[in-house]
């Protein structure tokens, strides 16, 4: 019970921080004036390249994405994980 807790605020946390980030962009994008790349919105995510003396137009929010990538990851890991627990010891 208590890693299932674990989990899923975990899992919870994890996709609490990527959506900020990807809230953050979206609401950012439509304010920006050049980007490089196909999409608009993990440019200001993740940011790009700058070339020369051009202003760099992004949030550079990739490490905290990736950091609630990798919590939902692995809170997900986690509560599959009990619920295969939970499946085996049902079987016996």
Same mark, same amino acid.
């Given at each position: 019970m208590k890693r299932t807790l674990i *989990? =899923? #605020?975990v899992m919870l946390g994890g996709l609490f921080i990527t959506m900020t980030m990807i809230i953050a962009g979206a609401i950012y994008a439509p304010h920006m004036t050049s980007w490089s =790349?196909?999409?608009k919105?993990? !440019?200001a995510v993740f940011g790009g390249r700058q !070339? *020369?003396?051009e202003n760099v137009d992004s949030l550079f929010l990739g #490490?905290? #994405?990736i950091l609630g990538v990798t919590l939902?990851? *692995?809170g997900l890991v986690i509560l599959c994980f009990e619920y295969y627990e939970t499946i085996e010891k049902n079987k016996e």
């Amino acid at each position: 019970m208590k890693r299932t807790l674990i *989990g =899923g #605020f975990v899992m919870l946390g994890g996709l609490f921080i990527t959506m900020t980030m990807i809230i953050a962009g979206a609401i950012y994008a439509p304010h920006m004036t050049s980007w490089s =790349g196909k999409s608009k919105l993990w !440019y200001a995510v993740f940011g790009g390249r700058q !070339y *020369g003396d051009e202003n760099v137009d992004s949030l550079f929010l990739g #490490f905290p #994405f990736i950091l609630g990538v990798t919590l939902t990851i *692995g809170g997900l890991v986690i509560l599959c994980f009990e619920y295969y627990e939970t499946i085996e010891k049902n079987k016996e």
